[in-house]
């Protein structure tokens, strides 16, 4: 017995000591350092790009050939190049790649490097599209991922044709310096404005009387006027002497208001409360960009005469918060910068494929197991990492909902400053979130034995063998449209949204039900989707299995007294001729108030918006070409953001023309002038009809927020290019817009354009330094060049200063301020700063 127990002692001794020399013998993810670069560019000639890998082993033991593996973010094309292949890459789901090592990979020795070359579909223009979100995940323990840094090697070679500063400063040349007196002093552009040259004297004195209907509204100013004084107004309903005066006046439309500022008084009248909310934030643009900078004392306020109405009733902006989560706070900011410039619309896209951000009642794994992103082998307690949101479910940026609390807060909030707050639920596709939450529902029931429950709401057909893959690389992110649980699951959500609503008393006319990009391959190979193509005559396909969806849903919300919205798709029918597929308004649905937001005006689709609401479809322009924030300024690898739908700098959002948006088209989505060519072919295409214009119901500018991971790089996307949308959803008709070709036309946008940029450079983004706590707004890179052996410089917004060094030294606030030609030689580096003393990336211009 002592023989065997000393021998069992034996065993469990030495199999300790070599699990202990294991765990010495593994690196400690800390020690590994990772670099990854461009190589080529266009490698082979063809649409890829040839990239390296740099593993450093920074240890003290090697880095084995085997055991482990690294995660990352990427295009699935991601292959490596050598022959034979150190590591494998594997396609996860979504943009969530494996690499692991081959026979072919050699232990990295301690202090030691390994380089690998890739080859990836694509270019590399900015940082967006470089690979990210990198955690190593050891055999031994599959459920653990440990984030690695990496570092981005900048390219020095300019193969993709980024702008230079010297394509800025041309950009530049048509915007005039405008005495900050001469500027117009309400934002957006009234539709009639006065200055009358009496000023008012504004003290924290000054009460604000009001007729009771716009007592609410009241409020609010009287608490902005708090953040400017340092103490709040009284509000009243009556009262002599000098005051502000909301007045209750008969005719003046549903969102139309009056300004009168004279010496006595501030008065705003008003036919609606919304029509009065309008006027009060018209009055706070009309107050000093500089009042909000420290506690006033006093403020003049222009004496003007103003008159206004909205150009469209629908003003919107789309926050996705599923790619990346904001927090409830950062959302009521962004509601108060959208009322100070008469944005009525919040469009919320609340689920997709990476998350479900909204709590429902009844359905705790939506947000138990849809709302959180991290690590997982199996997707039963959250989602898979996307767009390089991390391994930690806890910390990710993927992570993260709005409680039932939280989502009647904003609703109340929305509805104080006049804004609808339209839900988005994405469905069929992207929808990969609600999809795998329902799975987490249903075994949590099965192992229960609770079969008709867990069926309850079901959104895929367990026996489906259809193949496809999504626009953004998904195997498994669509609602079965033939199971009857997809409908009780949405009946479900759209009930619990109800009553929200209902709660926070808040107005709720439509529910947004996505519709977009739905790949091709779906259902061709469900049973249930089969069964009803067998047994319904009206499904005879599965496209008709796209109407079927729809109709439903409408019927749906129909019942509930809601119209469908949806992206455009909900309107379209597939036609297929000669093999070829097209897309064709749908007649079906037209007569039943279908409101489509129109994103795609790419290539053939140039005219889909008007095309729809020729055919009598209220249409909501949200073209990508000039009004997707999410897309980079500027083509310039520093510069964050999408390209794949091109470039929108401030200029495109503000130059739009809704009615005729063809002849907004300047440019490539190269940012290369279209040709001539190209520009007339546009005559080919389907014009608006004049009965039609009413159809175009507004303009709406969504943020996707696949790079966008906190509320500084949210606010940086988001302005200054929401003040074009906001502009030219509330502002008349420019002149300009007619007959944009003529030296007129062009000579009138370009003094227009002058007058738009000085007041965001001299009123408005100042205003926003400290407005709602502040907004990381993006200040604009230089604009420079050599000329006649100096250095010459301009920016994009009048008002904002350039700074320089000669030193090579990064411009602070203290440095040279730019007053004219630069005579130094060598490297100058610029940077404009804005009157906070932010400053812009820094660029440099070598004067020889």
């Known amino acids: 017995m002592k023989h065997l127990l000393f021998t069992l002692l034996s065993v469990f001794s030495l199999v300790a000591a070599a699990q202990a020399q294991t765990g010495a013998k593994k690196v400690q993810p800390k020690q590994i350092r990772l670099t990854w670069e461009v190589v080529e560019e266009k490698y082979q000639g063809k649409n890829q790009t040839l990239s390296a890998l740099t593993i450093k082993n920074t240890g003290t033991v090697p880095l084995t050939a085997t055991g482990w593996s690294l ?3 990427s295009t699935p094309s991601f292959k490596a190049k050598e022959t ?11 943009d969530l790649l494996r690499m692991e090592p081959t026979a072919a990979f050699k232990a990295i020795p301690a202090g030691g490097t390994q380089r690998i070359e890739f080859v990836a579909a694509g270019q590399i223009p900015n940082d967006y599209r470089t690979p990210k979100g990198f955690y190593l995940v050891y055999d031994d323990t599959k459920t653990q991922g440990h984030p690695i840094a990496v570092e981005i090697k900048k390219p020095t070679h300019n193969s993709i044709n980024w702008i230079k500063p010297e394509g800025i400063y041309e950009q530049n040349t048509t915007i005039k310096d405008l005495p900050a007196e001469k500027l117009t002093k309400v934002f957006p552009t009234p539709t009639e404005y006065q200055e009358t040259g009496q000023d008012f004297t504004l003290t924290g004195a000054v009460p604000v ?11 609010l100013l009287a608490g902005h006027l708090a953040t400017v004084f340092g103490k709040k107004p009284a509000v009243t309903t009556t009262g002599a002497g000098k005051s502000i005066r909301l007045q209750q006046k008969i005719g003046l439309g549903p969102e139309g208001y009056e300004l009168a500022v004279s010496p006595q008084e501030i008065l705003i009248s008003a036919t609606t409360p919304a029509g009065a909310f309008y006027g009060t934030q018209s009055l706070k643009t009309l107050l000093p960009p500089s009042a909000l900078a420290k506690k006033q004392t006093s403020v003049a306020v222009a004496g003007v005469l103003v008159k206004d109405t909205p150009r469209f009733g629908h003003r919107a902006f789309m926050m996705d918060v599923v790619r990346n989560f904001q927090k409830k706070e950062q959302v009521l900011k962004v509601l108060d910068l959208m009322a100070l410039y008469k944005l009525n ?35 039963k307690e959250f989602l898979i990492p996307a767009l390089a949101s991390g391994p930690d479910a806890a910390t990710s940026t993927g992570s993260g909902y709005y409680s039932k609390k939280d989502f009647i807060e904003i609703l109340k909030y929305a509805m104080d400053r006049h804004i609808k707050v339209i839900p988005e639920i994405e469905t069929p596709g992207h929808a990969r979130a609600a999809v795998k939450s329902m799975d987490a529902r249903y075994e949590r029931l099965m192992k229960a034995g609770k079969k008709a429950e867990a069926e309850q709401y079901m959104l895929r057909d367990v026996n489906d063998k259809s193949q496809y893959r999504s626009v953004q690389y998904f195997n498994d992110n669509v609602m079965n449209v033939a199971l009857p649980s997809t409908y009780a699951f949405l009946e479900k959500v759209t009930d619990e949204l109800l009553a929200m609503y209902k709660e926070a008393g808040a107005p709720i006319e439509t529910i947004h039900f996505g519709g977009d990009e739905v790949p091709n391959g779906v259902w061709e190979k469900s049973p249930v989707a089969q069964n009803l193509m067998a047994s319904n005559p009206k499904v005879k396909t599965v496209d008709d299995l796209w109407y079927y969806f729809f109709g439903k849903v409408n019927d749906m919300l129909k019942a509930r007294n809601l119209y469908l919205s949806g992206w455009e798709e909900i309107g379209l029918s597939k036609v297929r001729t000669n093999g070829r597929l097209s897309y064709v308004p749908n007649p079906d649905f037209v007569k039943e108030n279908f409101h489509v937001d129109v994103w795609n005006n790419q290539g053939s689709n140039i005219d889909l918006a008007y095309r729809m609401a020729n055919a009598g479809y209220k249409v909501v322009l949200t073209n990508v070409s000039h009004y997707y924030l999410d897309l980079a300024y500027q083509r310039e690898y520093d510069e964050p953001g999408h390209n794949w739908g091109g470039y929108v700098d401030l200029d495109k959002t503000f130059y739009f023309n809704p009615f005729d948006y063809m002849k907004s088209m300047r ?13 007339s072919s546009y005559a080919s295409k389907e014009q608006l009809k004049p009965e039609a214009r009413a159809n175009i119901v507004g303009l709406q500018a969504p943020l996707w927020s696949e790079a966008v991971r906190t509320p500084e790089r949210l606010e940086y996307m988001l302005l200054p290019k929401l003040l074009g949308l906001a502009e030219r959803a509330w502002a008349p008709d420019p002149a300009w817009v007619t007959n944009p070709e003529s030296d007129q036309s062009k000579a009138a946008y370009a003094k227009d354009w002058s007058a738009f940029v000085n007041v965001l450079g001299k009123r408005e983004l100042p205003r926003l330094s400290y407005y709602a706590g502040g907004f990381n707004y993006r200040i604009p890179t230089v604009g420079a060049k050599v000329e006649n052996g100096k250095v010459i410089a301009n920016v994009q917004l009048p008002g904002f200063t350039i700074r320089y060094t000669t030193n090579g030294s990064v411009p602070t606030i203290k440095s040279k301020v730019y007053t004219g030609p630069i005579g130094e030689k060598g490297k100058i580096s610029l940077a404009v700063f804005d009157a906070a003393g932010r400053s812009s990336r820094v660029t440099i211009v070598e004067n020889k």
């Not at 034979?84 to 979504?94: C, S, T, Y």
């Not at 689920?351 to 947000?367: S, V």
């Not at 989505?669 to 520009?679: C, F, G, I, K, M």
């Open 71 to 73: 995660y990352f973010h």
């Open 345 to 379: 619309v919040l469009h919320f896209h609340l689920n997709d494929d990476e998350g479900w951000r909204i709590e429902i009642p009844g359905l705790p794994e939506l947000t138990q197991v849809g709302a959180r992103r991290g690590h997982t082998l199996d997707e």
């Open 84 to 94: 034979p292949a150190p590591v494998k890459v594997e396609a996860i789901n979504g």
């Open 209 to 219: 009387v009001t007729d009771q209907a716009f007592q609410k509204e009241a409020n």
């Open 667 to 679: 440019v490539s989505e190269d940012n290369q002038p279209l040709s001539a060519t190209v520009l």
